[in-house]
């Protein structure tokens, strides 16, 4: 009588006790590279797409200059400033790297809450892009009114700053967390309008420039540990090329262009 040979062969130990059947092992070490196949696939993706959460508050130019950044065609017509709620875009390169950016609402609403929570403690971003404007964010107008909003620099300038605050502890209690150092670029926008003064403005911006928002960039660094984040203050411009603007379209792709190669250089990309 014939007998069909077993596919799962004993494993003895030197003792010559049963150990674990040969299949068995096999089967588990195949399981076990499928359960972490996830997190691995998980840790590429994140090592060649970081994600790069874009803050700020309404009307400074997020959306517009996330679309520049990833070569985004935005709808014809003028958007209505502000959204009620996160946007994702996404950058490529022909290399098979790029980012993935969470653009979060600049109103003061539960959705930005919430916003703010994913991207700082739910699942946390590697970098953060937050979006200034010198004063001149575009104004929303109050729900059910109708004609173009109007808001005086020094009052965009005051809500900047409040806005700043709230961003800032989100930054410093995720840079705490992190066993690897935090970036933040700060990004001036609106640079056509002010042409002559962007030096300046950026200065105003960085850190150790004794202005009021510079004193808040150094009291994130203090509370973060200076080791723990990094601060980059750059100038951009989404607009540029048109009759009446100071900057031509080559300035302001430039200036979009070394953003973009400022944030491949942050995330090891070059």
């Known amino acids: 009588m014939s007998h069909t040979p077993s596919r799962s062969r004993v494993i003895l130990s030197s003792s010559g006790r049963t150990v674990l059947p040969l299949g068995a092992t096999v089967i588990g070490g195949v399981l076990t590279g499928l359960a972490s196949a996830p997190e691995r696939m998980s840790r590429l993706l994140r090592g060649r797409f970081p994600v790069v959460a874009v803050t700020g508050m309404t009307g400074v130019g997020k959306s517009q200059l996330v679309d520049r950044l990833t070569r985004h065609a935005s709808g ?14 996404t950058r490529h390169s022909a290399r098979l790297k790029g980012f993935r950016f969470r653009v979060v609402p600049g109103d003061n609403a539960a959705t930005r809450l919430g916003a703010l929570d994913e991207v700082f403690h ?125 900057i031509s379209a080559k300035q302001a792709g430039a200036m979009v262009d070394a953003l973009a190669t400022r944030l491949a250089q942050l995330c090891g990309h070059t």
């Open 76 to 89: 014809d017509g003028v958007a209505e400033v502000g959204s009620a709620v996160m946007e994702r875009r």
């Open 122 to 246: 739910d699942e946390p971003v590697d970098g953060v892009i937050h979006v200034v404007a010198n004063g001149y964010a575009t104004p929303r107008r109050t729900a059910g009114t109708t004609g173009r909003a109007t808001a005086a620099r020094e009052e965009q300038l005051a809500a900047e700053l409040d806005d700043w605050t709230i961003t800032s502890h989100r930054i410093a209690s995720m840079a705490v967390r992190r066993h690897k150092p935090v970036w933040l670029v700060i990004a001036v926008t609106k640079t056509d309008l002010y042409p002559d003064d962007v030096e300046e403005v950026v200065r105003y911006y960085s850190p150790g420039s004794g202005s009021p928002f510079g004193e808040k960039v150094d009291a994130l660094r203090a509370l973060a540990g200076g080791a723990k984040l990094h601060v980059d203050v750059l100038p951009v411009s989404s607009q540029g090329g048109e009759r009446t603007s100071a």
